[in-house]
């Protein structure tokens, strides 16, 4: 199996003006396809690993071989943190359903809950990814460096942010918090929900 940059369900200006056409351009077909030529070129003499889901290489880090470990961390993780951001990104979704209910039982509120993740966010030290998890049952807002992924900590993603500055530079050059704040207009509740729900 040779792993493929995943077709986004939107057009490249369609979270305008929260995220610039331009910036989801170059880094869908840009940065992410860069992670996915990497991966599969280190996957290439691992004839028993190339036909399993980046997500399963990812959750099992600690079984691959030393040779090829940092590469599918890094590169394997880009992958899938950037395959999951695509998925949980569409404008003016309302924020309802299930795990609504648990984010207001577990934060007080949604202000309160994006108070925390923005916190959260903006805290993060260079590059990374900001993250709303389920863990064992329980909802927890965690940070990742680079491109690791909760998936090896066996926590379920269900929000994320990329923190990379190639994520938000063009737009919002070094303020970053504006770009937090820029996306809770763009959070698919109804794929966050799904996948709660899952």
């Not at 860069?34 to 990812?58: F, M």
């Not at 040779?67 to 890094?74: D, H, M, S, T």
């Not at 992958?79 to 984010?103: C, M, R």
């Not at 070094?174 to 820029?182: H, L, M, P, S, T």
């Amino acid at each position: 199996m040779t792993h493929i940059l995943p077709k986004l369900a939107y057009s490249y200006d369609a979270l305008e003006p929260h995220i610039d056409e331009q910036t989801m351009k170059i880094h869908h077909t840009k940065h992410h396809q860069a992670y996915v030529d990497k991966l599969n070129k280190a996957l290439e003499n691992h004839i028993d690993l190339k036909n399993k889901p980046a997500e399963e290489l990812i959750k099992n880090l600690d079984s691959l071989p030393k040779e090829i470990k940092i590469a599918v961390r890094n590169n394997g993780g880009g992958h899938v943190n950037h395959t999951f951001f695509w998925q949980i990104l569409k404008k003016d979704t309302e924020f309802k359903g299930e795990i609504a209910e648990e984010i207001k039982k577990e934060f007080g509120s949604f202000e309160k809950f994006k108070e925390e993740f923005a916190k959260g966010a903006i805290t993060l030290f260079g590059s990374g990814w900001a993250w709303l998890v389920l863990d064992n049952g329980k909802l927890e807002i965690i940070q990742t460096p680079n491109q690791d992924s909760p998936l090896t900590q066996g926590k379920i993603p269900l929000i994320t942010l990329d923190l990379w500055e190639h994520a938000y530079w063009k737009k919002y050059i070094n303020r970053r918090n504006e770009y937090v704040d820029a996306f809770f207009n763009v959070i698919n509740w109804e794929k966050v929900n799904q996948i709660y729900n899952k």
